[in-house]
């Protein structure tokens, strides 16, 4: 899943993101990888294409790598990532983000008949009110996308 860019550079969140989704790969856990993101008001780059150029740079092939450049929020890069899966023919994935947000996006793809696997990025525990602050986000997040308010 994307995270903000600055200026064609993954944030340190992205980064962390790519890094993971790199060792599935090079695992041979993933035989593809899709970045997904979009402009996120950068008038030149998205987190999409960002996350795809970091992987080229750091020797994945082009053809391994999908890119979805649109998605503005959770929501739209899932149905987005559904959306290409499925034309693709492709059944199954492993969904990498941060953990407090794995649930919400794994159970948005997988609403769209795709078998998910999550796998957290590497994260320094948070404590006190910024971690209770992400996970009831997701939650809030989660159950408003349940009752069908797509943010």
Same mark, same amino acid.
Request: aromatic share 8%; charged share 25%.
């Given at each position: 899943?994307?995270?903000?860019?600055?200026?064609?550079?993954?944030?340190?969140?992205?980064?962390?993101?790519?890094?993971?989704?790199?060792?599935?790969?090079?695992?041979?856990?993933?035989?593809?990888?899709?970045?997904?993101?979009?402009?996120?008001?950068?008038?030149?780059?998205?987190?999409?294409?960002?996350?795809?150029?970091?992987?080229?740079?750091?020797?994945?092939?082009?053809?391994?790598?999908?890119?979805?450049?649109?998605?503005?929020?959770?929501?739209? &890069?899932?149905?987005?990532?559904?959306?290409?899966?499925?034309?693709?023919?492709?059944?199954?994935?492993?969904?990498?983000?941060?953990?407090?947000?794995?649930?919400?996006?794994?159970?948005?793809?997988?609403?769209?008949?795709?078998?998910?696997?999550? &796998?957290?990025?590497?994260?320094?525990?948070?404590?006190?009110?910024?971690?209770?602050?992400?996970?009831?986000?997701?939650?809030?997040?989660?159950?408003?996308?349940?009752?069908?308010?797509?943010?």
């Amino acid at each position: 899943m994307g995270a903000a860019e600055y200026r064609g550079k993954p944030s340190p969140v992205l980064k962390a993101r790519l890094d993971h989704g790199l060792a599935l790969f090079q695992r041979k856990l993933a035989p593809r990888i899709l970045t997904t993101g979009g402009a996120g008001g950068d008038p030149v780059f998205t987190e999409g294409t960002v996350g795809r150029n970091y992987l080229i740079e750091r020797g994945v092939p082009g053809e391994a790598i999908i890119l979805e450049a649109e998605g503005e929020t959770t929501v739209h &890069s899932t149905v987005a990532v559904a959306e290409i899966m499925t034309r693709m023919g492709l059944k199954s994935c492993i969904l990498v983000s941060d953990g407090y947000h794995i649930f919400r996006a794994k159970k948005m793809i997988e609403a769209r008949g795709i078998q998910v696997f999550g &796998s957290p990025r590497a994260i320094k525990p948070e404590t006190g009110w910024r971690d209770w602050w992400l996970y009831a986000r997701q939650a809030a997040g989660f159950t408003l996308w349940r009752l069908g308010v797509p943010i």
